[in-house]
C-alpha cells in the first residue's frame, strides 16, 4: 500500500519569498512539491496575499527587478501545481495578526499534516489542532531524514 503524501500549505512568506530568491530553500520547497514528496495546498487568499504583496508591498518592489507578468504567471503556476482548497471556514486564532488565521484554515479545512512558514506570529504556536508549524529548514531536514 502506498504511503500517503504530507498535506502542506506553505504560507505567503514562504511563497514570495521563492519568487524573490530562486536559489533559495523556499523555491527547493516549491520544487520537491513539484516531485511529488508532498501535497502542496493553497486557496485563492494565500494566492491573492502572495500576489498583492509581490506588486504592492513597498519594502520589497524596490529592492527587486521584476514585472508584474513575472508575478501573474508565477501565481498561476503556484495555481497549477498545488491543490485549491475550498470550503474554508473562518477562523480567529492568531489575535496579533489576523491575516495569518488563512492559512490555519487552510490547512485545517484539508487536515493538512504541517504548515511552513517564517511568520513569527504562526511559528510562536508551533502547533494548531494537530498540525505542526515549521520553518523551512526544519521541514527539509524532516523530508531528508524520513
Known amino acids: 500500500m502506498p504511503k500517503e503524501l504530507l498535506k502542506v500549505v506553505l504560507d505567503t512568506t514562504i511563497l514570495v519569498s521563492a519568487f524573490l530568491t530562486p536559489g533559495g530553500l523556499s523555491r527547493e520547497i516549491l520544487r520537491l512539491a513539484s516531485l511529488h514528496l508532498f501535497e502542496f495546498l493553497s486557496s485563492e487568499e494565500i494566492l491573492e496575499e502572495t500576489r498583492l504583496s509581490l506588486l504592492f508591498k513597498n519594502h520589497i518592489r524596490p529592492k527587486y527587478p521584476y514585472t508584474d507578468a513575472q508575478v501573474e504567471e508565477f501565481i498561476v503556476a503556484l495555481r497549477e501545481s498545488c491543490m485549491m482548497v475550498t470550503d474554508i471556514h473562518p477562523l480567529s ?13 487552510c490547512a485545517l479545512a484539508q487536515k493538512a499534516h ?32 524520513q
Open 114 to 145: 504541517d504548515i511552513i512558514s517564517r511568520d513569527v506570529h504562526l511559528l510562536d504556536l508551533k502547533e494548531y489542532q494537530g498540525i505542526k508549524i515549521l520553518k523551512p529548514e526544519d521541514f527539509i531536514w524532516f523530508l531528508r531524514n
Open 93 to 105: 486564532v492568531v489575535k496579533q495578526d489576523p491575516k495569518d488565521d488563512k492559512i490555519l484554515a
